[in-house]
Nanobody, 127 residues
Framework: DVQLQASGGGLVQAGGSLRLSCAIS????????IGWFRQAPGREREGVSS????????YYADSVKGRFTISSDNAKNTAYLQMNALKPEDTAVYHC????????????????????WGQGTHVTVSS
């Protein structure tokens, strides 16, 4: 079975940093793209960032540009999201997801329609 496990969340003060990890198992690590998405209480799930496993191209939501950095370590089957200068509005449950055939990525790399999802990790940013 395909499994994605996000970790690294926690409580941090505004201006602080966290690094989220997404461990992927159960299939050959040649998925088209990996994405990070988040969902705050009472809000819809939104795309944060995604990375193409093919050419390394990356996309970011405007709200996180310049603060968050996505990366992927193919050898470790792990993706990361480095989050700096965190704001209270970044508080959410963060999920990682895989797009295995590229259809979701090519449609919109930040749309939460990727095919494989893992359980999220909570990020709370205090003011």
């Amino acid at each position: 079975d395909v499994q994605l496990q996000a970790s690294g969340g926690g409580l941090v003060q505004a201006g602080g940093s966290l690094r989220l990890s997404c461990a992927i198992s159960g299939f050959t690590f040649d998925d088209y793209a990996i994405g990070w998405f988040r969902q705050a209480p009472g809000r819809e799930r939104e795309g944060v960032s995604s990375i193409s496993r093919i050419d390394g191209s990356t996309y970011y939501a405007d709200s996180v540009k310049g603060r968050f950095t996505i990366s992927s370590d193919n050898a470790k089957n792990t993706a990361y999201l480095q989050m700096n200068a965190l704001k209270p509005e970044d508080t959410a449950v963060y999920h990682c997801a895989a797009d295995r055939d590229g259809l979701a990525w090519l449609r919109n790399p930040l749309l939460p329609i990727f095919g494989s999802w893992g359980q999220g990790t909570h990020v709370t940013v205090s003011s």
